[in-house]
Nanobody, 122 residues
Framework: QVHLVESGGGLVQAGGSLRLSCAAS????????MGWFRQAPGKDREFVAAINWKSKDIYYGEFEKDRFAISADNAKNTVYLQMNNLKPDDTAVYHC???????????????WGAGTQVTVSS
């Protein structure tokens, strides 16, 4: 019901920045939370950040969240993830996700994008 397409990933040197975008379409009116997750090779998927689509309340994961910032543009049905001072450990596939429920923003997402690769070289 909600289609998500990520963009903005790529190869960046350590210390660089990237801004990921997630364009939502379909039944976007049903979305309450939009989130970002990442999954590195051989590791579990990790919650990065989420934003309430309506209130713009923001939640971050248990990592160096001061380097990451989530934002949303409702008019464009797009959520962003600004990533600064990137490190090689940030290398992962970054997925956008959406959920209609108003429980925890850190899990329970129903809709997922295919992901965009972020590779940080040292």
């Amino acid at each position: 019901q909600v289609h998500l397409v990520e963009s903005g990933g790529g190869l960046v040197q350590a210390g660089g920045s990237l801004r990921l975008s997630c364009a939502a379409s379909g039944r976007t009116f049903s979305v309450n939370f939009m989130g970002w997750f990442r999954q590195a090779p051989g590791k579990d998927r990790e919650f990065v950040a989420a934003i309430n689509w309506k209130s713009k309340d923001i939640y971050y994961g248990e990592f160096e969240k001061d380097r990451f910032a989530i934002s949303a543009d409702n008019a464009k049905n797009t959520v962003y993830l600004q990533m600064n001072n990137l490190k090689p450990d940030d290398t992962a596939v970054y997925h956008c996700a959406a959920k209609p429920t108003i429980d925890t923003p850190r899990s329970g997402y129903n809709y997922w994008g295919a992901g965009t690769q972020v590779t940080v070289s040292s």
